[in-house]
């Protein structure tokens, strides 16, 4: 590292495994000493943290697509950040990157695993959202997978997340009716009245799903983007009309159950409706991410899609911030701001 006095680094650590829903007692905030630089790398301070829902999976031991943390690490996660001091040459300090430095307020990553951000083009936050990961999940997965034709009714679960959000309105952008299905009342008017989805169920107060989707969806369900699994999903299926496409990118109604739940088997209408039915992961795209990024760019330049911003500030609430996206606080991405 060159002549820079630099700060301690604040990190938040997993301190034990969390059993259920995570609890703050399951995090603990320590300082470390930044690394000096070997060939390639660069150091990165961070601006902005991603809180999303696999990060919880990487918390337990249970097998996942993906590898699980240790007691002890700092958390996993993307960030939006500063370069501070670089020894890759393709990167200067001052410029801004998106990074893998997970929970702390500066991280030592390589070059090679940066993508260089231009805060001209849009706010540096939107890297992590709907210029991000969530931005392409909901991409490819409704409109590559789910293959939407005008006319078709579109359903969209966890409706007033960062996926869910942007996930209706591709599908409104490619002619559909689209009803989403979300935890708030807030949520639900947020996505009919201001992203403008033909309806939206709120399944914590329909005291019949599968009649309230019904309802909302006359000519049954064409597309499903299932983004939370579980009881909501099987209400959905229920409906399926013929020749649906289901696409399934997220079953975060499973993630803080300490068993599986064993909920209503809705194959048969898989059957009956000769569904089409695939899994979906975003990294599984990326020979495509610049298709895609040039597109949602020049809808929001557009203002053909728009997109809300949960933000919470300091380091130290990232914990409390990433249990209430698990219960249902956010509307739409979920941020920390570090500095
Ligand atoms: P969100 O911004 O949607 O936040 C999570 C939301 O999930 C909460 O706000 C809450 O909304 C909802 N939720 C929590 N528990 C339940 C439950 N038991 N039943 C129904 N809904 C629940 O997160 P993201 O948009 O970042 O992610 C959405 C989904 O997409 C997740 O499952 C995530 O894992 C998945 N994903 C998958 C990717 C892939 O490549 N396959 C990539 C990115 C995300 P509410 O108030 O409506 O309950």
Not at 150 to 179: E, I, N, Y
């Amino acid at each position: 590292m060159k002549s820079h006095v630099m700060p301690a680094n604040t990190q938040v650590r997993l301190s034990s495994r969390p059993v259920g829903m995570p609890s703050v007692e399951n995090f603990v905030l320590a300082d470390a000493p930044i690394p000096s630089l070997s060939a390639g790398a660069v150091l990165v301070e961070t601006l902005y943290l991603s809180l999303d829902p696999y990060m919880r999976g990487r918390m337990s031991e249970a097998k996942n697509y993906a590898a699980s943390i240790d007691i002890g690490d700092v958390v996993v996660g993307s960030a939006v950040g500063c370069v501070i001091d670089s020894e890759d040459p393709s990167f200067k300090p001052g410029e801004i990157v998106e990074s893998p430095s997970g929970w702390q307020s500066y991280a030592v990553v390589q070059g090679a695993s940066l993508r260089r951000i231009d805060p001209n083009l849009a706010p540096i936050s939107t890297s992590l959202g709907v210029l991000g990961m969530p931005g392409l999940t909901a991409y490819f997965s409704t409109l590559s997978v789910g293959r939407p034709m005008p006319g078709d009714t579109v359903v969209v679960s966890g409706a007033g997340g960062a996926v869910g959000q942007l996930a209706g309105q591709f599908a409104k952008l490619a002619g559909c009716r689209v009803v989403g299905v979300a935890g708030s009342d807030r949520k639900a008017a947020y996505c009919r009245d201001q992203l403008g989805f033909d309806a939206v169920v709120n399944y914590k107060t329909a005291s019949n799903l599968k009649e309230a989707i019904a309802q909302a969806c006359p000519r049954g369900v064409d597309v499903y983007l299932d983004g939370v699994g579980g009881s909501i999903s099987a209400a959905v299926n229920e409906n399926l009309a013929l020749h649906a496409r289901v696409v399934i990118f997220g079953q975060i109604s499973q993630s803080n159950l300490s068993s599986p739940e064993v909920g209503p088997v809705s194959m048969r209408y898989m059957l009956t409706s000769r569904a089409r039915v695939e899994g979906f992961i975003v990294s599984d795209w990326q020979s495509r991410n610049h298709e895609a990024l040039t597109r949602i760019s020049s809808w929001l330049r557009a203002g053909s899609v728009k997109y809300s911003e949960h933000i919470v500030e300091g380091l130290e609430n990232a914990p409390a911030a990433f249990i209430g996206m698990l219960s249902g606080d956010n509307l739409g991405k979920t941020l920390v701001k570090v500095r």
